[in-house]
C-alpha cells in the first residue's frame, strides 16, 4: 500500500557528506511520521531521526549537529543531510514512512559506508 524508494547511499571519507532521499507513494496520508533508521552488521536498527508532518524532528544523540532531517510533504519525500560523516556512521539506512502500528512500512535500504 506503501511503496518507499531511497536514494544517495555510497562510500566517502570520514569527515565528508551525503545526502539520502526516500521518495513515498501508494495509499498516504497526510498525518504521518517519516524517518531514518540505520543498522550497522551485528547491532540491532536505531532511530537516526524522524519528522512528523506537524513539524516536529527527533535525533539521535549520536547524529545531532551533524545530521538535518527535512521533508517536502507536497512531494512525499524526506532527505537526510549528513555532515561530519565518522566510521561509526556507516550502516545501511532504512526509510520509515509510520502511521500507527498495523500500517507501518519500510524502503530497502542504502548503503552507507565511512572510510577513516
Known amino acids: 500500500q506503501v511503496q518507499l524508494v531511497e536514494s544517495g547511499g555510497g562510500l566517502v571519507q570520514a569527515g565528508g557528506s551525503l545526502r539520502l532521499s526516500c521518495a513515498a507513494s501508494?495509499?498516504?496520508?497526510?498525518?504521518?511520521?517519516m524517518g531514518w533508521y540505520r543498522q550497522a552488521p551485528g547491532k540491532q536498527r536505531e532511530l537516526v531521526a524522524a519528522?512528523?508532518?506537524?513539524?516536529?524532528?527527533n535525533y539521535a544523540d549520536s547524529v545531532k549537529g551533524r545530521f538535518t532531517i527535512s521533508r517536502d510533504n507536497a512531494k512525499n519525500t524526506v532527505y537526510l543531510q549528513m555532515n561530519s560523516l565518522k566510521p561509526e556512521d556507516t550502516a545501511v539506512y532504512y526509510c520509515n514512512y509510520y502511521i500507527s502500528f498495523d500500517l507501518n512500512y519500510w524502503g530497502q535500504g542504502t548503503q552507507v559506508t565511512v572510510s577513516s
Open positions: 501508494g495509499r498516504l496520508f497526510s498525518i504521518n511520521t
Open positions: 519528522s512528523t508532518s506537524g513539524g516536529t524532528t
